[in-house]
């Protein structure tokens, strides 16, 4: 089973990995042997003229002595392969790398070289061995510090521990384990080059693909943001001067503030103006949907909601009942005008002769007009029931379709 995770592994890691651990693990069989190295790492006094052991620069990373130091270089690198490698690619991490390595032997060796002529003591020079990926360790601190600098690690009665604070804190504990004795006094050297040179690269130099642009010029990502607020003036203090200086001597170039509309073009920005005609789309298959199952449904107004043929017969039903029930009120019958009145009505000089005839005559006409109106609003009355309920209906069969 941990065979098979181990193969898992190696198969889902990049030649980049591959290679540095392989490379690390024949260099920490290889320090048992004797004179490996001193052949293998970077010796100041041997990398300087008139020796120039050039090579050292190159395969001094590989060596390591201690099993801990080779268990550590290889977590690095595998932790590398799955966070940094993604967003960076294989060529840039190629590329950190050897930067990192070789100014990190560079700047050791002069580290020695000056302890040496400060103490005097040229014999320093060939006691030296520069071996390890110390310094890679701590650039790789320096780079994720950079992309997730507020990732939360632990909290501590202090305050937030996070990713700000890994490249001092872990730099602050190889001093206290050097000074007790467990490492030798080459790694804090080693792990402050591995800081400052990934610092300058990634601030200053980093190719990036977007744009064509250089380096990181966030304000959280200064030199001075390394240490703790109450310490970052004093750190300013020599900062600002060298940061001057190197504009100066076009060592380095100045950060040029974003621009508005360089801003405005790098976002892309997608409105939805599809939106509408998918939403036609999707009618119109509803619509040649529905009209495949209903074939009846196309004689009705397009206004009308679909309704299924069982709906339609369910529909008619209610109607003729509601037509042959006694909701509606029948109409009043009157009864047929009397012979008298139709003869008063047909003599109009028998009615004017009589007395009574003028009042006769006003009671038939009056009885016609009640009867009259009576009729209409009967019928108005069947005529707005039945529109409520074919309204009342429609509702129903709309509320079914829904």
């Known amino acids: ?75 690095t690198v595998l932790f590398c392969g799955k966070l940094i490698e993604p967003l960076w690619g294989s060529l840039e991490m190629w590329k950190f790398f050897a930067i990192v390595n070789t100014f990190v032997a560079i700047l050791s060796s002069c580290y020695s070289l000056f302890y040496s002529m400060i103490t005097q003591n040229s014999e320093h020079l060939y006691d030296t061995h520069i071996y390890g990926l110390a310094g890679y360790i701590a650039a790789v601190a320096v780079a994720v510090r950079q992309i997730l600098p507020d990732h939360l690690i632990a909290k501590t009665p202090m305050g937030r521990f996070t990713n700000r604070s890994v490249p001092l804190a872990a730099l602050i504990l190889i001093i206290l384990l050097w000074g007790i004795g467990l490492m030798n006094g080459q790694t804090p050297v080693m792990f402050a080059s591995g800081i400052v040179v990934s610092w300058i690269y990634l601030r200053f130099y980093q190719k990036h693909s977007r744009g064509g642009s250089r380096g990181d010029g966030a304000e959280n990502f200064t030199f001075a943001s390394f240490f703790p607020t109450i310490l970052q003036p004093a750190i300013n203090l020599f900062a600002i001067p060298i940061y001057n200086c190197c504009l100066r001597l076009s060592i380095i170039q100045k950060f040029s503030p974003p621009s508005e509309t360089a801003s405005l073009q790098s976002v892309n920005v997608s409105f939805p103006h599809d939106i509408e005609r998918r939403r036609q789309i999707a009618l119109k298959a509803l619509n040649e949907r529905l009209s495949k199952s209903n074939p009846d449904s196309s004689r009705l107004p397009k206004s009308f909601p679909h309704t299924s043929k069982l709906q339609q017969q369910q529909f008619q039903q209610m109607h003729q009942t509601l037509m042959q029930s006694n909701f509606f009120p029948p109409a009043i019958a009157l009864p047929p005008p009397s012979s008298s009145s139709s003869s008063q009505t047909n003599n109009p000089s028998t009615s004017s002769t009589m007395g009574g005839g003028g009042g006769g005559g006003s009671s038939s006409s009056h009885q016609n007009q009640m009867s009259g109106s009576i009729m209409s609003h009967s019928s108005s009355m069947n005529t707005s029931l039945l529109n409520d309920a074919e309204i009342i209906n429609i509702d129903e069969a709309t509320n079914m379709i829904n």
């Open 1 to 75: 089973m941990f065979s098979q995770d181990i193969r898992a592994v190696i198969r889902n890691t990049s030649t980049f990995v591959k290679f540095v651990c392989l490379a690390c693990t024949c260099g920490y069989f290889l320090s048992f042997m004797e004179d490996s190295v001193t052949v293998l790492s970077v010796t100041p006094g041997l990398l300087s003229p008139p020796n120039f052991w050039i090579w050292t620069l190159f395969t001094f990373w590989t060596m390591e002595v201690h099993f801990l130091s080779f268990l550590a270089d290889i977590l």
